[in-house]
């Protein structure tokens, strides 16, 4: 998959980006998942990734800026549970070099549009910590509104979340 912004490039996640996933995934920028990611968590992350594409003809992508090439964050569809269904997601995750630019909003505007004109999706959440303000404000300037709360249990902590959801037909 490919989708560029004005600003992005959005493509397929390879085994080759993992050096700059390690960079992108450190204490500062996984805060949100409770701690930095080891090399095996960067690789089984990635590995995942692409598994994922290979299943469902998505998941997360590489993000990169266009000007540079320089690998900035990841964003795209993944599938969540979500009390007793399988949601589509859009998740962003970017380095925190990177945030406050417009960077994940403009990425997830892509995304988003994908999900419902290519993918004939009929909504899209996205599954935000109730803490991760930035995270939820990207998720209102996709459109979306709280459609749920609900706990969600990483890596031995309890989580509170915030289901975001939008529907085609209020895009």
């Excluded at 397929?12 to 095996?40: H, K, N, S």
């Excluded at 993918?119 to 910590?129: D, I, K, P, S």
């Excluded at 459609?147 to 309890?158: C, H, I, N, S």
């Amino acid at each position: 998959m490919r989708l560029e912004t004005g600003r992005l490039i959005l493509r397929d996640l390879v085994p080759e980006d993992f050096g700059a996933l390690r960079r992108i995934m450190d204490p500062d920028t996984m805060w949100a998942y409770g701690r930095a990611f080891t090399d095996a968590d960067v690789a089984a992350w990635l590995s995942r990734q692409i598994e994922r594409r290979e299943i469902w003809g998505f998941s997360l992508c590489a993000v990169e800026l266009r000007e540079t090439g320089e690998l900035i964050g990841q964003c795209g569809l993944t599938v969540q549970d979500l009390f007793d269904m399988r949601v589509p997601e859009i998740g962003y995750v970017f380095s925190r070099e990177h945030w406050h630019h417009g960077y994940a909003t403009e990425a997830a505007m892509a995304v988003r549009d994908r999900a419902f004109s290519e993918l004939g999706l009929g909504e899209v959440y996205a599954m935000v910590r109730d803490v991760n303000h930035a995270s939820r404000r990207v998720a209102l300037r996709l459109g979306m509104r709280p459609a749920a709360v609900f706990m969600k249990r990483y890596r031995g902590m309890d989580m509170p979340h915030i289901a975001y959801r939008l529907r085609r037909e209020e895009a």
